[in-house]
């Protein structure tokens, strides 16, 4: 059963300050209950000041980076060194300033001409290191939203809204770079926590569809997000909330 928590701030700081409440927190229980904390990253642009924030004082020192294990919810496919790398913005912003081994970040191999082969590959290494023949349980999954309602690289009408089999997997989306592997619904909602950064008025609509619309998931991806063992946290701005009932807020 999970439970949905819904918070709206002032701007993208006041968003971000949240944001790196809540990784502290599930970084905390997670170590608490296992020893370790496996975080999946999102990409865009939304996360860069999350990131930035949990590189710094007084954030970093409050998690223990040796236990952490960072992985991604989807990647472009592009070499690690782009512009347009997932795994190079959360580099330059965080994983690059934090007492992090190379061993402790898992990054999609998604620079690989054969994807379905990157995709196993991926699904591989996630298996190892959460010792599991099966879905992986995440302590805590971040997530973004487009304002067409995609989340990861899970696009509107894509045949990778209904894969149930495969838990990373080759997508062409409509929005560039096209080429992208993404985590698919069974690891999505496998997680113990996700949580999702939306900013923008242009979001707006969706997140109001997503929220409080009728259940179709073909239109608006991130409605996909319903773990059944796990909590979901929406972190909006004023923009992205503004078409929210007022009891929703
Ligand atoms: O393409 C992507 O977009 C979403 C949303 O990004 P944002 O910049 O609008 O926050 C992101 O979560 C996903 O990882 C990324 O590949």
Known sequence: MQNIH????????????????????AAHEAIADHGYFTIALSGGNTPKALYSLLAEEPYTSQID???????WSDERCVPPDSPDSCYRMAYDTLLGKVPLTEQQIHRVPAEQADRDAASQAYTDEMRRVFKTEGTPVFDLILL?????????SLFPHQESLKEQVRLVMP??????????????????????????????????????????????????????VQP?????????????????????R
């Open 6 to 25: 819904v918070s709206t701030y002032a701007d993208l700081e006041a968003l971000s300050l949240a944001a790196a409440r809540c990784v502290i927190q």
């Open 144 to 152: 973004g939203m487009g304002p067409e309602g995609h989340t990861a």
């Open 228 to 248: 059944s063992n796990g909590d979901v946290t929406w972190l909006f701005d004023t923009g992205a909330a503004s078409h929210l009932s007022q009891k929703a």
């Open 171 to 224: 997508v062409t989306v409509p929005k560039p770079p096209p080429p992208r592997l993404t985590f698919t619904p069974p690891v999505l909602n496998a997680a113990k926590h996700v949580l999702f950064l939306v900013t923008g008025k242009d979001k707006a609509e969706a997140v109001q569809a997503v929220l409080e619309g009728e259940y179709n998931p073909e239109e608006y991806p991130a409605q996909i």
């Open 65 to 71: 980076w040796s236990k952490v294990e960072v992985f």
